[in-house]
């Protein structure tokens, strides 16, 4: 370790930050570059609800899995994964052993230690390099961010537990549809995604009803159609190619919503990521430079807390590496453990992004102890 000048981390996402902060307890000096030159955005609203990868990140000490819960309780509008990162960032330029940039970075010095955790959207001439350096395959996946809204007229809307439900009469509907088709024949877009509700609408007016705006028992006349706005915000089912301005003007058209401010625009975005059962093994660990490390969505593992356990997983690996010790496995019998298993058995040419499996809780095998001594493994300390 003495002759170790410092470990490379690309990106300042959940698993950079993780990795970074967890390395710098060691005693590893980090060089940590936020590849997008800026602050941390998030399209979509969190999802922190699997209690299983709550708990294993606890375990394994993580440091802002507690800040995104109490961002998402006190104010889930004001996107408190984007906080959350921002308070992540001002740990890492406090951490006298972490030294913080705000570059991009395009290709990356071989000679030395580095985990790459740049994210779903990573630079493409970066992306690029690493693509020509480890010969993977590029993968890529396309998901909706849904509308989001404040200042709902709840008056006019069914509630239910967190969720509020609008229910539209045919008359309502027709005019919500004609609105969308005409925002989308005034503004021409080259680049179409089959899950916007503009492209949805054009096939057919009655297909929009059926896609997301499904028909509900509701305890009122049956309605011709129903909106539903997860957590009183989101309005499910809702993303869009159209401008911002388009956006509002067709949300205005639905009642209890005329006054509304749209805080999330919808929108289809593409993910590219590596193909992981190609590229990396069980550790995070690159198959062509032992010395290469990916943590987070790059290598497919996707979601907020699961990025968080990845650059702690990883984190754990490179100090292994560093004082010439074996790897060891992250417990098979837990949330985690099985995202891994998930991630890397899945046949490489339909690979697709892995997400925590939320029922592993509820089966005799979950083991959590085990996931404890996998913590104190190493000198006694954890990771």
Sequence with gaps: MSNLA???????????????LALAKHGIRVHIFNKSGGDYQCDCFNHIKNFALRKEARVLDSELL?????????????????????????????NPLIDYFDLKVYEINTKEINIIASGHRTEGMLFEWLKDE???????????????VEDVDES???????????????????????EIIRQRNENPCKERCEECIEEVVIKNKDALKNHCMKVIYLEIEKPYAVLKLKNGRVLEGFCSSLPFKSQVEIIRKIKGLENAILVCEGKATSNCYLNAPMVINEHGQSLKRDNLFFAGNISGIFGHVEGMISGLHVARNVLSYINGKKFS???KNTCFGGVIEDLMTQNANK????RGRCDIMEEDKYDLESLKK?????????I
Excluded: Q, W
Aim: proline share 6%; aromatic share 12%.
């Design 6 to 20: 410092h470990v490379n981390i690309i990106g300042a996402g959940f698993a950079g930050i993780e990795c970074a």
């Design 351 to 354: 690979f697709t992004p892995i």
């Design 134 to 148: 480890l010969g993977s395959m590029r993968c890529f996946n396309t998901y909706p961010v849904y509308m989001s």
């Design 329 to 331: 496995n992250f417990p």
């Design 66 to 94: 507690d800040k995104l819960i109490e961002f998402e309780r006190l104010s889930p509008s004001l996107c408190p994964a984007g906080r959350t990162i921002a308070y992540g960032i001002e740990k890492l330029k406090e």
């Design 156 to 178: 006019r809307c069914i509630r239910k537990d967190r969720d509020l439900y609008i229910p539209l009469n045919y008359d309502e509907y027709i005019a919500l549809c004609n």
């Design 374 to 382: 996998y913590k104190e493994e190493g000198n006694g300390k954890s």
